[in-house]
């Protein structure tokens, strides 16, 4: 069963800081890799679709990789802003696109 | 991008009352939508695969005549918690894929449902 594993589970920084957020999964099986961001009491936003043949994907002061085979992935955010405090969530698809894991989630605070 | 949207936002409920959760995708068909749950300060859990014209397919250890799902038409899937019990209160949320697959196999999810069961 895949699973997947989101470190560290908190995180706060100053803003301005550059960070990076991890997300690991057991099986590299995988579709895709989707990053979200949820805040509190909210459902899930959209930040970056990784599909398992590309490396990255980059949107404004966000940029996501993924490494397949080490079944790795990372977040990174450029001069973090107090509206980007959020918990991250990270999610892997399955190749018949009948499951979505997600990890545990990473809380940041970014402060001002 | 594609909008997904759930009814209500908010419930609270009496102890053994049933509550009904809409999750409708309002500019796309979507031939499976996905039901999670999520407890505070936890991820989501997926509940069950809702499949249109069909049996939803449910996760192991979610009982399926608790947790009643409907998907009769392409935009619309429900949740309904029958009996809900105070152990039942939680964030549901739903996911919806597009039927005219984004090739991407991108997911988009509603706004979620916070249920209280007094």
């Known amino acids: 069963k895949q699973e997947v594993t989101q470190i560290p589970a908190a995180l706060s920084v100053p803003e301005g800081e550059n960070l990076v957020l991890n997300c690991s999964f057991t099986?590299?099986?995988?579709?895709?890799l989707q990053w979200f961001r949820q805040d509190p009491g909210k459902g899930l936003t959209s930040l970056l679709l990784?599909?398992?043949?590309?490396r990255e994907q980059t949107s404004g002061r966000l940029n996501a990789s993924l490494d397949k085979s080490s079944g790795r992935s990372t977040l990174y955010i450029a001069a973090s802003q107090p509206g980007d405090s959020a918990t991250y969530l990270c999610?892997?698809?399955?190749?018949?696109?009948?499951?979505?894991?997600f990890g545990s989630g990473t809380k940041l605070n970014v402060k001002p | 991008g594609a909008v997904v949207s759930q009814h209500p936002s908010r419930v609270i409920c009496k102890s053994g009352t049933s509550v009904k959760i809409e999750c409708r995708s309002l500019d796309f068909q979507a031939t499976t939508m996905f039901w999670y749950r999520q407890f505070p300060k936890q991820s989501l859990m997926l509940m069950a695969t809702s499949n249109e014209g069909s049996k939803a397919t449910y996760e192991q250890g979610v009982e399926k005549d608790k947790f009643l799902i409907n998907h009769a038409s392409l935009t619309l899937s429900t949740l309904t918690v029958t009996s809900a019990h105070p152990e039942d209160s939680s964030f549901y949320i739903c996911?919806?894929?597009?039927?005219?697959?984004?090739?991407?196999?991108?997911?988009?999810f509603g706004e979620g449902s916070r249920l209280t069961v007094l």
């Open positions: 099986d590299s099986a995988i579709y895709n």
């Open positions: 999610a892997v698809s399955s190749y018949n696109f009948n499951k979505f894991y």
């Open positions: 990784i599909q398992s043949s590309q």
């Open positions: 996911s919806a894929r597009p039927t005219q697959n984004s090739p991407t196999g991108e997911l988009f």
